[in-house]
């Protein structure tokens, strides 16, 4: 069955020839990565789209992922995805009317304050339209140290969303004692105007369940059970558990982290499976361990079949579109990113 699937991807892209590429997510199924042009983390990820001339371009990632390609894209250029419905729930945590409603309590609260807007990439492009047309900036879990300089050169106060754990990380990184937590689910956000106008940050409240699952139990029982180990995480995991392991950084990070520990050396790693897999079976000389197993289901939704298809196809309903209206301020904050 994948025998027959993988040969009718390979007849695909061999027709389609430079006319076609394909953007895999480090997190994507070890087959799939097989036949992507590209590998990489969020931000490679985005610039690889940017830099890309091909006439369609497949984005096996999850939803914002496209829509970032597809932003980020020329006009004539098309993206697809094999599995449209592949979301990812942290970004679907805020909306655009909601990031308005914060905006304007945190503001009025602090009157005579520049506040500057940071979204992770994950979001969605309205989120990004919102912070675009606020000056503000997109970061990715590889730059959001830089993206918080960029901000505070041109404010005093920054409004993170919608990863509450890569903001806090990041805040307390840049050393700062005052983050107030804003949820969009609590009446005036669950927060004072006096913490508001205390704060330096305020960050969203938003998460990913794949790396929140991470507790300080499972690090404690790494360290009992490889006491010489390496623990890295990726910034999504809950701060107590990013200060308890000796590294965090984005999913390239890690990649990175990994070949260059001597063959040998135990890593444990606290990021989604498929990822920590892969590393075990590409490096077979490190002993490569996972924090504990946590499978993303979206990006796993991508498969062999759905790929096959997409490629045979092209059906229009697996086409990443995006209002040009919200791309253009979209644009805007994706384009402050790739500057930094
Ligand atoms: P990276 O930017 O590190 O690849 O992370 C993307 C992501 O969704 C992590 O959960
Ligand atoms: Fe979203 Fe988490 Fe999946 Fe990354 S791992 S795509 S943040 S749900």
Redesign the pocket.
């Not at 993303?296 to 990006?299: K, L, Q, S, T, Y």
């Given at each position: 069955m994948h025998e027959e699937l993988k040969a009718r991807i390979a007849a695909a892209k061999s027709k389609w020839g430079d006319r076609l590429t394909i953007l895999g997510?480090h997190?994507q199924r070890r087959e799939i990565v097989a036949f992507a042009d590209h590998v990489g983390d969020s931000f490679k990820l985005a610039r690889d789209a940017a830099a890309s001339d091909a006439e369609r371009i497949v984005f096996c990632?999850?939803y914002?992922?496209g829509e970032s390609a597809r932003i980020l894209a020329k006009p004539d250029q098309r993206v697809f995805m094999p599995d449209i419905q592949a979301?990812?729930?942290?970004?679907d945590m805020a909306d655009g009317e909601d990031a308005e409603l914060a905006w304007t309590r945190i503001t009025q609260a602090n009157p005579g304050r520049n506040v500057v807007p940071i979204t992770y990439v994950?979001s969605t492009a309205d989120v990004k339209a919102f912070v675009g047309a606020r000056g503000g900036i997109v970061c990715t879990s590889s730059n959001a140290g830089k993206a918080f300089d960029w901000a505070m050169e041109r404010g005093d106060l920054i409004l993170f969303l919608p990863?509450e754990m890569l903001g806090t990380n990041t805040a307390i990184v840049k050393g700062k004692q005052h983050i107030a937590l804003w949820d969009p689910h609590a009446p005036e956000g669950g927060v004072t105007d006096a913490e508001l106008a205390k704060a330096e940050v305020v960050v969203w409240r938003g998460y990913?369940?794949?790396?929140t699952l991470f507790g300080l139990e499972d690090i404690k029982r790494a360290r009992e059970q490889h006491p010489k180990a390496t623990i890295v995480v990726?910034p999504?995991c809950l701060p107590a558990v990013v200060d308890a392991a000796d590294a965090n950084g984005s999913t390239a990070f890690i990649v990175n982290l990994v070949q260059e520990t001597p063959p040998g050396d135990t890593i444990v790693i606290g990021?989604?499976i498929n990822l920590v897999r892969r590393l075990a079976q590409s490096f077979p000389d490190r002993n490569i361990v996972p924090l504990s197993p946590s499978v993303?289901?979206?990006?796993y939704k991508t498969d062999l079949k759905k790929l096959a298809s997409l490629l045979e196809t092209f059906d229009e309903r697996l086409e990443v579109t995006v209002d040009e209206a919200v791309a253009r301020d979209a644009r805007l904050a994706l384009q402050r990113m790739m500057t930094l």
């Open positions: 997510h997190y990632g999850v914002f992922m979301g990812c729930p942290m970004a994950n990863d990913c369940h794949v790396h990726h999504e990021t989604e993303c289901p979206n990006m």
